[in-house]
T-cell receptor
Framework: GNSVTQMEGPVTLSEEAFLTINCTYT??????LFWYVQYPGEGLQLLLK?????DKGSNKGFEATYRKETTSFHLEKGSVQVSDSAVYFC????????????FGDGTTLTVKP | EPEVTQTPSHQVTQMGQEVILRCVPI?????FYWYRQILGQKVEFLVS????????KSEIFDDQFSVERPDGSNFTLKIRSTKLEDSAMYFCASNGPYGSASGTGELFFGEGSRLTVL
């Protein structure tokens, strides 16, 4: 079955530091890949996505590239802010109707001023 | 912007009681889901629903759980006899058919309903 493995947290960085959160996946076929973010006390919201190999998703300064050869979708940001403190979830979805999404365990990021 | 809404935001119940969590998915979406997140842990799939029937369910979704779309807008999750271990945040999500603008597999989540079982 499908699975997602995320870098364990928590991660604590100083403001303006570089962020990488690793994500690798196992799936049959050609899944779509996602990063969701959960701010304290809120639900999950999509941060970025990539639907095919070599696609780069980007949003709010975050980027991730769909690497089929390494089955990876690592999240990066060049300069984090305190407001980026949240839990980040890597997820995949099979490209079929009503396909459920499989989530990684989540990585808690804390950015200190 | 259309959004998924959930009620209640927080419910406290006694063990053994029935609970119904309600969701209003985005109006033109066709696929509906329930996920749960036990405090600080991963997001777990419970069930998917399409065309008025369950498409897929996980091992967590046993006979104590049921889902229903009683009208054209609401999507409910019922837990018949709650257990302590049912305490979690329950998220409703929806999306459109694959290939549509809202159908790349992206899930549109509600804000969640926190269930506390005492």
């Amino acid at each position: 079955g499908n699975s997602v493995t995320q870098m364990e947290g928590p991660v604590t960085l100083s403001e303006e530091a570089f962020l990488t959160i690793n994500c690798t996946y196992t799936a049959t076929g050609y899944p779509s890949l996602f990063w969701y973010v959960q701010y304290p006390g809120e639900g999950l919201q999509l941060l970025l996505k990539a639907t095919k190999a070599d696609d780069k998703g980007s949003n709010k300064g975050f980027e991730a590239t769909y690497r089929k050869e390494t089955t990876s979708f690592h999240l990066e940001k060049g300069s984090v802010q305190v407001s980026d403190s949240a839990v980040y979830f890597c997820a995949l979805s099979g490209n079929t109707n009503a396909g459920k999404s499989t989530f990684g365990d989540g990585t808690t990021l804390t950015v200190k001023p | 912007e259309p959004e998924v809404t959930q009620t209640p935001s927080h419910q406290v119940t006694q063990m053994g009681q029935e609970v119904i969590l309600r969701c209003v998915p985005i109006s033109n979406h066709l696929y509906f889901y329930w996920y749960r997140q036990i405090l600080g842990q991963k997001v777990e799939f419970l069930v998917s629903f399409y065309n008025n029937e369950i498409s897929e369910k996980s091992e967590i979704f046993d006979d104590q759980f049921s889902v229903e779309r009683p009208d054209g807008s609401n999507f409910t999750l019922k837990i018949r006899s709650t257990k302590l271990e049912d305490s979690a945040m329950y998220f409703c999500a929806s999306n459109g058919p694959y290939g549509s603008a809202s159908g790349t597999g992206e899930l549109f989540f509600g804000e969640g309903s926190r269930l506390t079982v005492l």
